[in-house]
């Protein structure tokens, strides 16, 4: 093939989605992704990078696992100790943020919000009552997440039948996230969409912002 080869200028034609130059679209696939990533365990957004601002006021960042996000009410759950480290941070200051990051969709999310945290409440209780057994056992643990132990924990028997124990239940917290704002990052080699939407009180407002 020679360098003048009709074939290789051929540009390349690409299908964009249909949320491309569409502000309101972007904002709904978005928030259809952190549902769907929600339920599903091997989606990337299942994931996310949670911030929080320290006792220092440095920020502070762990991975988490998303287990509900809705729309409608604006609002993502996770789920932690009552006695972790997070929990004081926002118990001082509500603020958070979260990272989402998808490589196959290319699609980057920045969530900001406000935390409220629920422990032996009805959310708490829900939460617990669906999460599964192996999951709970995680809460059972007597030296709280982060405390200096002098040697490493005894080891967990792999093959240990996981039985339905509220043993944990004191320990378990639900941290319920309202979504103030929404930064968005779409790469594409046609150029990336960047757009942030503010909750307004009764709306989103939403802008394009250079990338
Ligand atoms: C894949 C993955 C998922 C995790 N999911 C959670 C989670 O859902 N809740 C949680 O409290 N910690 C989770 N962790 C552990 C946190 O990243 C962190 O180490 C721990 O919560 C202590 O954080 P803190 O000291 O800042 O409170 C997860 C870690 C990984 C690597």
């Known amino acids: 093939m020679s360098q003048f080869d009709e074939r290789k200028s051929a540009p390349i034609v690409r299908n964009l ?13 978005a928030w259809a992704m952190l549902a769907r990533a929600a339920a599903d365990r091997r989606a990337a957004f299942h ?4 911030a929080t601002i320290d006792d220092d006021g440095a920020p502070s960042q762990r991975v988490m696992v998303l287990r509900a996000a809705d729309p409608a009410l604006r609002s993502l759950r996770v ?56 999951g709970r056992l995680c809460y059972e643990q007597q030296e709280p997440p982060g405390s200096v132990i002098e040697k490493p924990l005894a080891e967990l028997p792999v093959d240990r039948r996981f039985a339905e124990s509220d043993d944990g239940l004191d320990n378990f917290a639900v941290l319920v996230v309202e979504v103030g704002a929404v930064e968005w990052l779409y790469l594409a080699i046609e150029g990336h969409r960047r757009a942030r939407w503010n909750w307004l009180g009764t709306a989103w407002e939403g802008a394009w912002l250079a990338p």
């Open 17 to 29: 989605p249909g949320f491309y130059n569409d502000l309101d679209a972007s904002l709904t696939h």
């Open 79 to 134: 789920h932690t100790d009552l006695r972790s480290d997070k929990l004081r941070h926002v118990g001082r200051d509500a603020r958070v943020s979260l990272n989402f990051y998808d490589a196959g969709a290319k699609l980057q999310l920045r969530v900001m919000g406000t935390a409220t945290v629920h422990s032996g409440d009805e959310i708490a209780r829900a939460a617990w009552t669906s999460s599964r057994p192996q």
């Open 47 to 50: 994931t996310p990078v949670v």
